[in-house]
């Protein structure tokens, strides 16, 4: 069909990729399945999956390396606003964490904060051969029993620190009480500033087998993301993964914010 305003033919490939970008900016997780992507759009799984081939390889999409989903790439921002500060993050994450892994073996998660919780952006553990969960990518973490959420909340200014307990107390959760522990709350910021990495030893009951250390990244002095490296207890305590490997996941920061000062990103919104 002729569009009455010009003598072309309209280009299905390229409406339906656009279709596809579309939904890819305005999923709130910002990455989405194929057949997310084709409910969504009413378009073929077999068309979806040609058309992100082809969006991967003009560089405007990539495919997570923790699962199946896709997301919008650097690219799209030159293009609009689609692309979360997020992304940035776990994009430019994502290989320093990979790196990570060779060090250590034991998996690691890059999160980022989600209300009073922090969320499971990227992971190693699909890739290591020492990971007792596969399914890890969107999992939210509590703020005040995991080591990825300590390192946030430990690391992040006093006033911040003020309005996640606020909400933390307010709901119906495990670590409800622990917000109301104004002694726990404080020997734990101290702990964990003194030693500079937050950690967790079976304290999440929902994996109380399991123990990790973490830390914060920082950009433009505020806490933007924190990796974490999970272990079994049994094997490894929070202490002595830290002589092991706290050096290797501070490089894997440092190299992170170096790369991030290099975009200069906009944070825009407030995170609570």
């Given at each position: 069909?002729?569009?009455?305003?010009?003598?072309?033919?309209?280009?299905?490939?390229?409406?339906?990729?656009?279709?596809?970008?579309?939904?890819?900016?305005?999923?709130?997780?910002?990455?989405?399945?194929?057949?997310?992507?084709?409910?969504?759009?009413?378009?073929?799984?077999?068309?979806?999956?040609?058309?992100l081939?082809?969006?991967?390889?003009?560089?405007?999409?990539?495919?997570?390396?923790?699962?199946?989903?896709?997301?919008l790439?650097?690219?799209?921002?030159?293009?609009?606003?689609g692309?979360?500060?997020?992304?940035?993050?776990?994009?430019?994450?994502?290989?320093?964490?990979?790196?990570?892994?060779?060090?250590?073996?034991?998996?690691s998660?890059l999160?980022?904060?989600?209300?009073?919780?922090?969320?499971?952006?990227?992971?190693?553990?699909?890739?290591?051969?020492?990971?007792?969960h596969?399914?890890?990518?969107?999992?939210?973490?509590?703020?005040l029993?995991?080591?990825?959420?300590?390192?946030?909340?430990?690391?992040?200014?006093?006033?911040?620190?003020?309005?996640?307990?606020?909400?933390?107390?307010?709901?119906?959760?495990?670590?409800s009480?622990?917000?109301?522990?104004?002694?726990?709350?404080?020997?734990?910021?101290?702990?964990?500033?003194?030693?500079?990495?937050?950690?967790?030893?079976?304290?999440?009951?929902?994996?109380?087998?399991?123990?990790?250390?973490?830390?914060?990244?920082?950009?433009?002095?505020?806490?933007?993301?924190?990796?974490?490296?999970?272990?079994?207890?049994?094997?490894?305590?929070?202490?002595?993964?830290?002589?092991?490997?706290?050096?290797?996941?501070?490089?894997?920061?440092?190299?992170?914010?170096?790369?991030?000062?290099?975009?200069?990103?906009?944070?825009?919104?407030?995170?609570?």
């Amino acid at each position: 069909m002729l569009n009455s305003s010009t003598p072309y033919k309209r280009s299905q490939s390229l409406a339906r990729g656009l279709a596809i970008l579309q939904v890819l900016s305005t999923t709130p997780s910002g990455s989405a399945q194929i057949s997310e992507l084709s409910q969504r759009t009413g378009i073929h799984r077999t068309t979806v999956k040609r058309l992100l081939h082809t969006l991967i390889a003009e560089g405007y999409v990539k495919q997570s390396r923790s699962d199946t989903s896709y997301r919008l790439s650097h690219l799209v921002r030159q293009l609009s606003d689609g692309v979360k500060d997020d992304d940035w993050v776990t994009e430019i994450a994502t290989p320093a964490i990979g790196d990570l892994l060779q060090h250590t073996l034991w998996p690691s998660d890059l999160c980022t904060l989600d209300g009073a919780a922090v969320v499971i952006r990227e992971t190693t553990h699909r890739f290591s051969s020492l990971s007792f969960h596969r399914g890890m990518v969107r999992r939210r973490l509590p703020l005040l029993t995991t080591a990825a959420g300590r390192a946030y909340f430990c690391f992040c200014p006093k006033q911040e620190q003020q309005q996640l307990l606020a909400i933390i107390q307010a709901e119906n959760s495990p670590q409800s009480p622990l917000a109301h522990d104004a002694l726990f709350i404080r020997q734990l910021i101290e702990k964990t500033q003194q030693q500079g990495y937050a950690s967790n030893e079976g304290d999440w009951g929902k994996e109380n087998r399991v123990a990790a250390i973490a830390v914060p990244i920082f950009y433009q002095n505020r806490v933007l993301a924190t990796i974490n490296l999970v272990f079994l207890k049994h094997i490894l305590t929070p202490e002595a993964a830290a002589t092991r490997y706290l050096t290797h996941l501070n490089d894997v920061v440092r190299e992170i914010e170096k790369q991030l000062n290099r975009c200069d990103i906009d944070l825009g919104r407030d995170r609570i």
